[in-house]
């Protein structure tokens, strides 16, 4: 039995409520255990795709986050990057040297010294240096990190990937981050759909529309514009996967919260939740007042029939970064 059943099992006989597991390996797997309610699975391998006309200095820093918080240890990390063949140099260029100014380590009580520190356990590490340890041996080079010690895994930097290697295919969950050159925005979008996998995902460019119609094509529960992360913290919408990444999912409307809390706070948080959500058309026609037509649709705020059911653009929730 796999960790992740033993972990819904588990919860189910101590009497638990709706559960969410991370199932690296497959997030169908918790799919047959019986709970109070579905379960929610969540794996992921999620890939950000940075296209010529993006903020390279942003986009460079949004992917050291999105590889390197906990040390790469969360379902919606960065796990793979996809970057047009005119901004690549520059956009490696950033990444190394944002990602050589890390500190790792243990802090001394009241601390505050390190920035990410080891993996949860050894067999996570064991996996991380598998992943590596695959890629230099079928052609990619290492920019910087790449050395093991314990169960702390140096940050690192992996170009001259490709889809033959297991970090390309699998969830590394660690402080990893492969780097791809590609040709366009086509290639681009085909490679990360290329996956069984499809949580999360990031879309990196200036252009509004290019990002409304890109996203569109990107298999993923979420896609952030010119940010990363962001769309775990979007409690208004779903959280949820395509693919193996999962069954069922998370927040979503006025009442999301109130799925997976005791009845008495859920429905003090539907309530607030309702009363935030009766704004959002006022809000919405003064952005475009404001903006003078230049507003973007969030389509979060669109009829479920005019966007594609399981993808939110929710960088365009919050609004974009450029």
Not at 251 to 273: I, M, Q, S
Request: hydrophobic share 40%.
């Amino acid at each position: 039995m796999s960790t992740a059943t033993e972990q819904a099992r588990t919860v189910e006989e101590a009497g638990g409520p709706r559960l969410q597991v991370h199932c690296p390996a497959d997030g169908r797997l918790v799919g047959s255990v019986p709970a109070q309610g579905p379960a929610e699975v969540a794996a992921a391998e999620g890939a950000m795709v940075v296209l010529s006309d993006a903020d390279v200095e942003r986009a460079a820093g949004g992917a050291v986050w999105g590889a390197m918080m906990n040390a790469g240890q969360a379902c919606v990390s960065v796990e793979r990057v996809y970057v047009e063949a005119p901004v690549y140099d520059e956009f490696v260029a950033k990444v190394v040297e944002k990602v050589k100014a890390i500190r790792q380590g243990m802090d001394a009580p009241g601390s505050y010294a390190s920035e990410i520190g080891a993996m949860v356990t050894s067999a996570q590490a064991d996996i991380v240096e598998r992943h590596v340890a695959d890629a230099l041996a079928k052609g990619a080079r290492v920019l910087v990190g790449g050395k093991r010690e314990g169960a702390y895994f140096e940050p690192t930097v992996l170009v001259d990937v490709d889809h033959s290697m297991v970090c390309m295919r699998e969830e590394t969950f660690g402080p990893t981050l492969p780097i791809m050159k590609v040709a366009d925005e086509d290639e681009a979008i085909r490679l990360a759909n290329d996956s069984d996998y499809g949580l999360s995902s990031s879309l990196w460019t200036r252009d509004r529309r290019r990002a409304d119609r890109l996203s569109r094509r990107i298999e993923a529960g979420s896609v952030s514009v010119n940010n990363t992360v962001i769309a775990t913290f979007q409690t208004p919408v779903p959280m949820g996967g395509w693919k193996r990444s999962g069954l069922g999912t998370r927040f979503g409307g006025a009442n999301g919260g109130a799925r997976v809390l005791p009845p008495e706070v859920g429905r003090r948080g539907a309530d607030r939740a309702q009363g935030r959500a009766e704004l959002v058309p006022r809000r919405a026609r003064q952005e475009r007042a404001h903006g003078e037509g230049r507003a973007v649709p969030r389509r979060s705020r669109l009829a479920p029939e005019a966007r594609p059911s399981g993808v939110l653009t929710s960088g365009n929730v919050v609004g974009c970064g450029a």
